[in-house]
């Protein structure tokens, strides 16, 4: 079976800097500074550098620069990585240096860490290193005090950007879970030579067939109970780039993934789990299956799972691993999930996250994909009123990826349909006897009216343009 191109739109590529060397590209790494000081350097960015695409949630933002030494670094992929972990040790000096900024409001400080993100989730390494920013051992970057980058540094991010790990110079961190003081941290493997010790342990060896199969794994990751949010979509992007025929056929398969409706009852039955007595769990289960279909009740077990894996390592997160711990003894013990076991089923809020993803990349075969998904999305029947929005929001998001198409006009018929059922609705819940309307369902009109509002709007826009 002939392969199928895929087009990639990513980062010029500058031909002198591609003739370079590994260990030149490392050396010239020196050279490297932050350009504008209003925007993000690489080090403390989680886009793709290779990609010329915004990061998630960003497309309207000014894109973060690309240097074109570390973006050939990354392209690079598996072959760079043995150099890369030599060089975590590198203590030579760029030009890049961080200040910590004068005292703000809600200023959690700057510390310098050593936090780590693993290959697999949980592991231990020899000598420790954390997995969260441990304020209790770290010191911190007093004000105008300055820190300087070394080439080790960028080493360990650019490593991060091949191997799909959050491996960042410098990151935005929650200290003592208050979420209104926000912390910046420093992660140096030179600064903490265990953090390279553990990446040597992680990555060393490491072969393409390793990396491609590492990369499956995580794109198969279901985003809204995997182990850290948005990794899925990042294997999406990086499998796509560095191994295009496999992206192609795992890309497929996710697309046509069926629906998960209710994953709002699955986290809410899952958070109700880590604070339940063994005998409050059993009961609490059996009603969510008496209530949901398998698919519901396999994605449940699985976000126990994950939550066990990813619970902080403070008193309370101690209680939550007990209580979940409990609960998957007790109450799914005839269904063990494996390393390799995956989520069939996806929320319409990750397919949407899925099709924003794929937007740098284009292939024959990929419109079809689509429409599929956007005609099973259709035939859906959400039991709730914000599980029909999230439907609604991806037939919207496939019909924009789907313009000039063949498949557009269906796309754009549901759409109609929808526009005129709840444009009439939610006229309906304006009027005063609305209140007194069985069900209470014109008061979701009124709950939802902004998200609402927004998706009319932005479908009626599509369908007149059309």
Known sequence: ???VPVTIRSISRDPAVAALSTATLINRLQDEAPGDPQRRWPAMVIAFQPLDA???????????????????LIRRGVDAVPLLLTHLSDARPTRLVDYHPPQMINDGGTWFADGFDPRKPG??????????????????????????????DLCFFAL???????????????????????SRSINSPVEFPALAAAARQDWGGLTRDEHEHLLEADAWENDALGTQPGRCYDAVQRLLFYYPEEGRRVVAALLRRPLLMNYGDVADTG???GRETSEQQIATVAAFRRSHD?????????FVVRKLQTSPSDRGGKVTRRNLTNALNRCFPDHPIGPNDRILEAPAQDQIALLDTLEPFDWSELPDAVAEMCERASRAS????????????????????LKGSPHFDACAKFLTGEINDLSAKMHA??????????????????????????????????????
């Open 160 to 182: 991060g950007q091949i191997v799909d790990r959050r491996l960042l110079v410098f990151g935005i961190v929650v200290k003592d879970h208050i979420w209104e003081i926000r």
């Open 382 to 401: 959400p039991n709730i009123f914000g599980e029909r929005l999230g439907r609604d929001q991806l037939v919207l998001t496939c019909a924009l990826r």
């Open 54 to 72: 915004p990061q998630r949630g960003e497309q309207n933002l000014p894109r973060d620069p690309r240097s074109p030494v570390m973006t050939e």
């Open 429 to 466: 819940s304006e009027a005063p006897a609305s209140s007194d309307q069985p069900g209470g369902a014109p008061n979701q009109y009124r709950e939802f009216r902004v998200v609402l509002n927004t998706w009319l709007h932005d479908a009626s826009t599509l369908i007149a343009g059309h």
């Open 271 to 273: 958070a109700e789990l």
């Open 294 to 302: 398998a698919g519901a009740f396999d994605a449940l077990h699985h």
């Open 123 to 152: 592991a231990v390494f020899s000598p420790p290193v954390n997995h969260e920013v441990d304020f209790k051992t770290t010191r911190t970057l007093k004000e105008g005090e300055s820190y300087t980058v070394k080439i080790g």
């Open 1 to 3: 079976m002939p392969s």
